[in-house]
């Protein structure tokens, strides 16, 4: 990681503590951390998470996907990769971060979940202090962190949520992806005090369907005055190289890096790496603990 990288760190920092001068900011500490989310299952959130950071790699610099689909992890399935340890070894104390984190594709590292366990599919707080001790170890070691959230509404997707900064919502165009889009959004504006979204509209035919999409949501979220800002991130084309890919347990970037999809998906790494110019990422411990 760079100087500069670290430079601004260390200014993203001093900033949140500036600002986050409360007693609940005692917890505090900040790392890069990306929350992709959508609320509907299966509208392609573990695929954008991937396929970003293997951009984000590409681009020259250090991503980990974290996968907090904590009961139903399956980062490790799309890649074709066999994890001897997940996380639920470092809950129970058997293994370090730094111990089960893989390599992907082009580099990436990965930190893969368990599957069929449902034990740490419901952190309880304690837990989730273990895991926040677990991931500033972590925290110099990446620009960037995504976290592929799991569908759905639950604790942990709040958690994750709220930890993060920044939220990237995922949607497809279709009224039930929207609606769930649009559920996950309100409730975390209302119970955790979230006030900006980024958006990605996936599986879209153009540009303009998206932008249609955030359209949409925005009016939405304005006729019942909610009290948040919603940018659109991006858009990812639906492609059928997408399914292909997952079929053969490639990343679609890696194996069809001209296809439309994988056109979306740097721009998308683009944008995000230009966003990490001004300090705006970071786990922000002390929400999350003060909620
Ligand atoms: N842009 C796209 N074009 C075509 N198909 C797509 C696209 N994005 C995703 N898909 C299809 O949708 C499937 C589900 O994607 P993915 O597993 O990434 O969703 P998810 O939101 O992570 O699901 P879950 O909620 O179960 O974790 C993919 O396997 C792929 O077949
Ligand atoms: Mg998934």
């Not at 600002?19 to 954008?48: C, L, Q, R």
């Not at 979204?197 to 153009?206: A, D, G, P, Q």
């Amino acid at each position: 990681m760079g100087d500069q990288a670290e430079g601004l760190r260390k200014l993203l920092r001093k900033n949140r503590s500036k600002a986050f001068e409360t007693p609940a900011a005692k917890t505090g500490g900040v790392i890069s951390g990306i929350a992709i989310a959508s609320g509907k299952g299966g509208v392609g959130k573990t695929n954008a998470v991937a396929n970003i950071a293997y951009a984000i790699q590409q681009m020259g610099k250090k991503a980990l996907v974290f996968d907090a689909d904590m009961g139903l992890g399956n980062v490790h399935i799309l890649l074709g990769l066999a994890p001897r340890y997940n996380i639920q070894h470092v809950m129970d104390g058997q293994r370090k971060m730094e111990e089960i984190i893989i390599k992907g594709p082009g580099g990436i590292d990965i930190l893969p979940a368990g599957s069929g366990h449902r034990s740490y599919s419901e952190l309880n707080r304690d837990e989730m202090l273990t895991l926040k001790t677990e991931l500033e170890a972590l925290e110099d070691k990446y620009d960037v962190i995504l976290f592929d959230i799991g569908a759905g509404i639950s604790a942990n997707v709040m958690y994750f949520c709220s930890a993060a900064s920044d939220i990237v919502v995922i949607t497809t165009s279709e009224p039930t992806a929207f609606a769930d889009a649009y559920a996950l959004m309100n409730v975390l504006s209302k119970e955790y005090n979230q006030t900006d979204f980024k958006l990605i509209v996936n599986s879209v035919k153009s540009a303009k369907e998206a932008s249609n999409v955030h359209n949409r949501l925005q009016q939405v979220a304005e006729r019942f005055n909610a009290n948040y800002r919603i940018e659109l991130l991006g858009h990812i084309h639906d492609d059928e190289l997408v399914p292909q890919a997952v079929r053969q347990q490639n990343l679609f970037l890696e194996r069809y890096p001209g296809c439309k999809a994988s056109k979306c998906i740097k721009a998308i790494a683009t944008t995000i790496l230009q966003s990490m110019k001004t300090p705006t990422s970071g786990i922000e411990w002390r929400k999350v603990f003060s909620a």
